[in-house]
């Protein structure tokens, strides 16, 4: 196919954050002609109906705490009423101004834009809804993924991660099923904003895949704020009422919620698309197969983001259109790195982790393990309930900084310097060295001196 005419150089599915940083870089950068589809918004999951709208729905929870400490504090304030509407409305506003952005790098970089679905024909042609057929070199599936519902009765009629910020009231009860980390924010925020939450999950703890003990005290926290929460507990059976859904529960339990919202994971969006037809690799739950360098087994063919189902997280997708475009078009070989990938769970307080779990890293190694909990200033002088929880774990033989956990108020933006130094290597001496900024809460990151039990 070397001296055959393609339409593009680069042919992109999908508008999310890798997709688009793909598409633009190497049209802007690299100079190649670079086309676009994309069949809903253009920003994806992150910017339409995740990380951003989560965070400021998290923002505005927040206001409940805040109102609290400033009468502890000295000023006379009320708590509300939260008005949802005024919130709502901005907060589409916000989506559409980014939305806008996102349209205008694009169209900034010279990538021509399809507001329609693609599937492949073939190896180098891109079908699209419109009826129009699309010829490019390389194609680059970036589609991301969806939430999933269980195949039981009335399903239909509860609610999904993307449903929560086009709500047009907001409910008085809400039924949450799922501990992952969509349902562990979700709860904390609705709660937050003065629903009655509960939540059941069908495993012994919230948020597997994570440190034990942080989960732990995150899921201890979020009962101390009043969230109804029934671990080893499942959906039996819903049946719609005139006060919502009525919901029977594994353990016997039968309740009436005004909403069941369902947040129990997610598929990677490769239906239809005509991939396996074409010779691409599935692995079992859809997710498309790729190398190191995000190429499938169609060399023309390269995938990144959520519908590869590596790290599901919207700077790695990023990464990896980087990687994509220095690899195919940069002449640099660049495999994607997922190694100590810090991460932050927007719960309330939030949990920022970096690196191993303390379970993992002792089924690896001789470890030791650094903790302390306590009051934080800003609360205690409050009167407020709520603790917070630092963790390292550490290599007794090369002294490493194997792991970092934090939950606390802001824990995110500690967990990204934390992360860097991790990254590099840093040693637990290494961070006994710097001098702790005080008073704080993560100076005791490095004033921890004596481990609390060693492996």
Not at 19 to 36: C, F, N, Q, S, T
Not at 318 to 343: C, K, N, W
Not at 380 to 388: H, I, L, T, Y
Not at 409 to 423: F, H, R, S, Y
């Amino acid at each position: 196919m070397s001296d055959t005419v393609f339409d593009y150089d680069l042919f992109v599915i999908g508008g999310g954050s890798g997709g688009v940083r793909a598409a633009r870089v190497a049209a802007a950068e690299y100079g190649v002609k670079v086309g676009l589809a994309e069949e809903d918004r253009y920003g994806g999951t992150c910017v339409i109906r995740g990380c951003v709208p989560k965070k400021l729905m998290v923002f505005a929870s927040g206001y409940r705490d805040a109102f609290a400490d400033a009468r502890a504090y000295g000023w006379e304030v009320d708590d509300g009423p939260f008005n949802w509407h005024t919130f709502s409305g901005k907060l589409q506003a916000e989506l559409d101004r980014l939305e806008g952005i996102y349209k205008s790098l694009l169209d900034k970089a010279g990538v021509e834009r399809f507001e329609a679905r693609a599937a492949l024909k073939d190896a180098h042609t891109v079908t699209l809804s419109t009826g129009e057929e699309k010829t490019a070199k390389h194609i680059l599936v970036a589609t991301g993924g969806r939430p999933w519902r269980p195949d039981i009765a009335n399903a239909e009629k509860t609610l999904v991660s993307d449903d929560i910020f086009n709500l047009k009231d907001l409910p008085k009860s809400m039924l949450i099923v799922g501990g992952g980390y969509i349902a562990c924010e979700f709860a904390c925020i609705l709660h937050g904003l003065g629903v009655e939450v509960s939540l059941w999950y069908r495993g012994a703890q919230i948020l597997n895949g994570f440190d034990d003990e942080m989960r732990g005290f995150v899921a201890d926290e979020m009962r101390a704020r009043g969230i109804d929460m029934h671990s080893g507990e499942n959906v039996l059976e819903m049946e719609a009422s005139d006060g919502g859904m009525v919901v029977k529960s594994s353990h016997g339990q039968e309740k009436t919620f005004e909403k069941v919202f369902y947040a129990t994971g997610r598929l990677p969006n490769t239906e239809d698309m005509g991939l396996e037809g074409i010779g691409v690799a599935l692995a079992q739950g859809g997710a498309i197969k790729v190398d190191n360098y995000s190429q499938t087994a169609v060399p023309s063919v390269y995938a990144i983001g959520d519908v590869t189902d590596r790290v599901n997280l919207t700077p790695v997708a990023i990464r990896e259109g980087m990687a994509f475009v220095q690899t195919v078009f940069g002449g640099e070989p660049t495999p994607v790195d997922h190694e100590l990938i810090a991460s932050a769970i927007f719960t309330q307080p939030e949990m920022g982790t970096v690196g191993m779990t303390e379970e993992a890293a002792m089924a690896q190694e001789p470890v030791e393990i650094y903790a302390t909990s306590f009051k934080a200033m800003q609360t205690a002088f409050a009167e407020r309930e709520g603790r917070v929880m630092m963790k390292l774990i550490v290599s007794k033989a090369n002294r490493t900084v194997l792991g970092c956990h934090i939950v606390a108020p802001q824990a995110g933006e500690m967990i990204q310097l934390a992360g860097i130094a991790i990254k590099m290597g840093a040693t637990k001496e290494q961070f006994d060295q710097t001098c702790a900024v005080h008073p704080t809460m993560s100076e005791e990151l490095v004033t921890m001196r004596t481990p609390v039990r060693t492996s």
